[in-house]
C-alpha cells in the first residue's frame, strides 16, 4: 500500500477464534502497528479503569504531601517537591507494572513480566536520590532521616500504586507519628552525647592520670584516650573521648576547661563536638 495507507486485519487461531485486531499503517518508511479494543476501536484506556487510577495517584499525592511538609518546616534540601515526586512516581510506575502484568495475561504464549521487578529498580534508584540528602560535616552526620523519609515515601507509593490503599493509609500514618510526635517524646529523653577534649602542655606539666581524674570528677565518661608525645617541642597532647548527657554539656564544659587551664604547664584546652 502507498505512503498514509491503512489497513485492519483481524487474525485467528487453530481453534477460530477471532483475536486482538490490530491496525497496520505506513508512514513512509515508517511501519506503525496499532492493537485495537475487542470493538475494533482504538484502545486509549489503561488495562485499570481510570477512577480507580486516580484515586490511587491522589492518595500517593496526599501522603507526599503531608510528609513533605514536614521535612520543608525543617529546612531539608528534599522537602515537599521532592517527596510529592517521588512518592507520586513510584505510584505511576507500580500501576505500569500492574498494567503490563495484565495486558500479559490477555495474550497467550507471551512472556509474564515480573510485578515485582520495576519495583525493585525503583527503589534501588531511590537509594542514590537518598545517598545525596545525606551530608558529613566533620564529625557531624545530617539528612539520614530525610533519606529515610524519601525511602519510606516510595514504599506508601509503591503500596497506592499497587492498589493496597489500607495498607498505605497505616504507613502513612505511622510516619505521621515519626515525625510530627515522636521528636517531643525524644526531647525528654536523657541520651548520651560524645564529644572530643584536647589538651596541649608541656613534658613537666600535671600528669595524664590526674587530667583524666579532673575531667571525670566534672561528671564527665573518659571512653578512649591518645597521646602526642612532641620530644623537639617539649610538649604533648592528650586526646579524650568524652560521653555525657547532652542537658549537662553546657555547665560541663565550662567547668573542664576553666579547670583544666588553670592546671600548671597547661598551654592549650579544646572541646569539641564528636571523637577527637
Not at 477464534?17 to 475487542?38: F, W
Not at 534540601?77 to 505500569?96: D, P, Q, R, W
Request: hydrophobic residues 45%; glycine residues 12%; positive net charge.
Amino acid at each position: 500500500m502507498g505512503d498514509g495507507a491503512a489497513r485492519g486485519a483481524h487474525a485467528c487461531d487453530d481453534t477460530g477464534a477471532v483475536s486482538i485486531p490490530t491496525l497496520h499503517c505506513r508512514l513512509g518508511k515508517l511501519k506503525i502497528k496499532v492493537t485495537l479494543g475487542k470493538d475494533g476501536n482504538l484502545n486509549l484506556d489503561s488495562a485499570l479503569p481510570i477512577h480507580d487510577v486516580l484515586i490511587r495517584i491522589g492518595f500517593a499525592m496526599v501522603a507526599g504531601l503531608i510528609l513533605g511538609l514536614e521535612r520543608e518546616s525543617h529546612g531539608r534540601a528534599a522537602g515537599l517537591k521532592t517527596t510529592v515526586l517521588a512518592c507520586v512516581a513510584s505510584c505511576i510506575a507500580m500501576i505500569l507494572s500492574e498494567d503490563f502484568y495484565r495486558e500479559s495475561l490477555a495474550q497467550t504464549g507471551v512472556f509474564r513480566p515480573d510485578r515485582a521487578r520495576l519495583a525493585a529498580g525503583i527503589l534501588t534508584g531511590i537509594g542514590f536520590l537518598g545517598a545525596g540528602a545525606i551530608i558529613r560535616q566533620g564529625t557531624l552526620v545530617r539528612g539520614v532521616t530525610t533519606a529515610a523519609v524519601l525511602w519510606f515515601i516510595t514504599i506508601l507509593g509503591l503500596s497506592f500504586g499497587s492498589g493496597h490503599l489500607l495498607l498505605g493509609c497505616i504507613g502513612t500514618a505511622i510516619a505521621i507519628v515519626a515525625l510530627f510526635a515522636l521528636p517531643y517524646l525524644e526531647q525528654r529523653i536523657k541520651k548520651d552525647f560524645y564529644y572530643s577534649l584536647t589538651v596541649t602542655l608541656g613534658l613537666n606539666g600535671i600528669s595524664d592520670e590526674e587530667i583524666r581524674a579532673r575531667v571525670e570528677s566534672a561528671g564527665a565518661s573518659v571512653q578512649r584516650v591518645n597521646l602526642d608525645y612532641n620530644l623537639e617541642q617539649q610538649s604533648r597532647t592528650l586526646q579524650c573521648e568524652l560521653k555525657l548527657r547532652k542537658n549537662d554539656v553546657f555547665k560541663l564544659s565550662r567547668e573542664v576547661v576553666t579547670a583544666l587551664a588553670g592546671c600548671p604547664g597547661v598551654t592549650r584546652v579544646k572541646w569539641g563536638m564528636g571523637p577527637p
